[in-house]
């Protein structure tokens, strides 16, 4: 699916002089381990359907739901909700499922509407050997 607004500038000049309002928001690409467990029913008393516990397991490894706060995983409850009627035959719930996970940036146009950039992870680098000033002048004696 192609991604909407204009592509990278590639050396063009700058049609908006002015500071970009909002900066990105960069996270590591790493999956997240530290989402809260799907309650065991919900709060109708049902079950949740599959489709929905394997729904609730991606969005707990999203990177970028590290910067979630307590409301949002409360949204993300609720969420979690619109989708078990949607997974259950309640197509009407479509469209408000689809604003919703547009809110919380489950793909990549969202995330970028958000503003949020996902960066690879840096590598653990080995520290430095500090090489003796007097083998740096032998060698270059030789």
Not at 12 to 18: G, T
Request: net charge positive; hydrophobic share 35%.
């Amino acid at each position: 699916m192609p991604l909407p607004g204009s592509k990278p500038n590639e050396g063009r000049p700058v049609r908006h002089r002015n500071p970009p309002r909002q900066e990105w928001e960069e996270v590591e690409n790493r999956p997240h381990r530290g989402g809260p467990r799907l309650p065991p029913t919900r709060p109708s008393g049902r079950f949740w359907p599959e489709p929905t516990k394997r729904w609730w397991r991606v969005i707990c490894r999203m990177p970028h739901v590290i910067l979630w706060t307590e409301a949002d995983w409360q949204f993300a409850l609720d969420t979690a909700e619109v989708a078990a009627a949607f997974h259950d035959g309640d197509l009407r719930q479509a469209v408000e499922l689809r604003q919703r996970e547009r809110i919380m940036g489950t793909t990549v146009d969202a995330r970028r509407d958000l503003r949020i950039r996902y960066l690879e992870p840096m590598a653990q680098e080995q520290p430095a050997s500090v090489t003796a000033i007097e083998d740096y002048r032998r060698a270059l004696e030789r």
